[in-house]
């Protein structure tokens, strides 16, 4: 989604919500954080987090990578970025939206330590991965245990995710077969469950 003038400004006010790399003085790539409070947008509720920690949650709203710097790994460096810039302000949950068919960019937030909690229709009804990662979890890894029933999906097959995620597994890697990506998704152990882990039953 593209975002306005109006919209940047109010981003550009909030301290540390932009974080941006320069090549030779021009714009590279960029990063935006938006705390989101208790608005009705708040992908916490896409996850059934409580009240409280939804005064908690921030989001990933955007990364941006200059088409001639693409490749280097930016959005993964900036991405970390901003996490280390969130575990020192208080924030404990992060969320952001990836779309199927951008497994680049899923991938690289995946390996930051986030993870697939829902797949749900946003933006006028774009499908989007909702990806949640919890400010103590390590930048990569699982962030909690798991019972290593894993299932690897077309990142397209939006029904067959949704019925998996319905049943307690969350999305963690992807891998490229052929030009087509797969997704695995593994099952979330109970004993990891708890009110900084949202589980979707």
């Given at each position: 989604?593209?975002?306005?003038?109006?919209?940047?400004?109010?981003?550009?006010?909030?301290e540390?919500?932009?974080?941006?790399?320069?090549?030779e003085?021009?714009?590279?790539?960029?990063?935006i954080?938006?705390?989101?409070g208790?608005?009705?947008?708040?992908l916490g509720?896409?996850?059934?987090l409580?009240?409280e920690d939804?005064?908690?949650l921030?989001?990933?709203?955007?990364?941006?990578?200059?088409?001639?710097?693409?490749?280097?790994?930016?959005?993964?460096?900036?991405?970390a970025?901003?996490?280390?810039?969130?575990?020192?302000?208080?924030?404990e949950?992060?969320?952001?939206?990836v779309?199927?068919?951008?497994?680049?960019?899923?991938?690289n937030?995946?390996?930051c330590?986030?993870?697939?909690?829902?797949?749900?229709p946003?933006?006028?009804?774009?499908?989007?991965?909702?990806?949640?990662?919890?400010?103590n979890?390590?930048?990569?890894?699982?962030?909690?245990?798991a019972?290593?029933?894993?299932?690897?999906?077309?990142?397209?097959?939006?029904?067959?995710?949704?019925?998996?995620?319905?049943?307690?597994?969350?999305?963690?890697?992807?891998?490229?077969?052929?030009?087509?990506?797969?997704?695995?998704?593994?099952?979330?152990?109970?004993?990891?469950?708890?009110?900084?882990?949202?589980?979707?039953?």
């Amino acid at each position: 989604m593209p975002h306005d003038e109006e919209y940047l400004s109010r981003i550009f006010q909030t301290e540390l919500s932009v974080l941006g790399v320069l090549a030779e003085e021009k714009l590279a790539a960029y990063s935006i954080i938006r705390y989101p409070g208790m608005e009705k947008d708040n992908l916490g509720r896409d996850l059934n987090l409580a009240e409280e920690d939804l005064k908690k949650l921030a989001h990933l709203q955007a990364i941006a990578v200059h088409p001639h710097f693409r490749g280097c790994g930016l959005q993964r460096e900036l991405a970390a970025a901003h996490l280390q810039v969130l575990e020192s302000s208080g924030y404990e949950h992060i969320c952001c939206t990836v779309s199927p068919k951008n497994p680049v960019s899923l991938n690289n937030l995946l390996s930051c330590g986030f993870r697939v909690r829902a797949l749900n229709p946003k933006f006028a009804g774009w499908w989007r991965y909702i990806l949640y990662k919890n400010v103590n979890w390590p930048m990569t890894g699982t962030g909690m245990a798991a019972t290593g029933d894993e299932t690897a999906i077309t990142c397209l097959n939006i029904e067959c995710q949704r019925e998996l995620i319905q049943r307690g597994y969350e999305g963690y890697r992807v891998e490229w077969k052929g030009e087509k990506s797969e997704i695995f998704y593994r099952k979330r152990s109970t004993s990891s469950m708890d009110s900084s882990s949202p589980f979707i039953p």
